[in-house]
């Protein structure tokens, strides 16, 4: 059972960290950002907390393993007809000032520089737990090294190694 908890948390803090990628990157380019949500939804409530922070949404949810970032305009069907350019339940077009924040209407680099940064995210959070590891292990050869060099280190049987 424990290790499905580890394997639990250890996949939550690798979709925690890609979908930070997602969310820094669209904070960064002036993106409205809806809903930053820790586990997966269904449309159904299956949230455990939520609390509304400037405007957005921070949310756990029930089943731990998924995350995601909802960036306004990312997924609205009525916004794909430019003509009309009209998000869903209204019936006047959207000011300039509207379209600003929507991912739909963001140039081709923005957008596909917020899809690249989750993976990004993931890379460096590779990176850097490899790093540590290699540093811990350092840590450990060192000092494991210096206790069997100075005689200190003993085996149950009285003998040194």
């Known amino acids: 059972m424990l290790i499905v908890i580890l394997v639990i948390i250890g996949l939550s ?19 409205k950002i ?11 409530e299956s949230r455990i907390y939520s609390k509304k922070i ?3 949404e921070y949310s756990v949810n029930w089943l731990p393993l998924g995350g995601f970032v909802r960036i306004a305009g990312e997924n609205d069907p009525s916004l794909s007809d430019e003509s009309k350019g009209q998000a869903a339940g209204k019936t006047e ?6 379209k600003k924040g ?3 209407f963001r140039p081709a ?4 520089l917020v899809l690249f940064s989750g993976v990004a995210a993931n890379v460096v959070m590779g990176w850097l737990a ?8 350092r ?6 090294t210096e206790k069997f060099a100075s005689g200190k280190s003993r085996s149950p049987h009285g003998r040194h190694h």
């Open 102 to 104: 929507l991912f739909h």
């Open 13 to 31: 803090v690798l979709i925690l960290g890609h979908e930070a990628g997602h969310f820094f990157a669209a904070k960064l380019l002036g993106m």
């Open 109 to 112: 680099w923005q957008r596909a």
């Open 93 to 98: 077009p959207l000011t300039a000032e509207e």
């Open 139 to 144: 840590a450990f050869n060192k000092r494991h």
């Open 130 to 137: 490899g790093f540590l590891r290699r540093r811990s292990l």
């Open 54 to 56: 400037n405007g957005i």
């Open 34 to 44: 809806e809903e930053f949500g820790l586990g997966l939804r269904f449309g159904w």
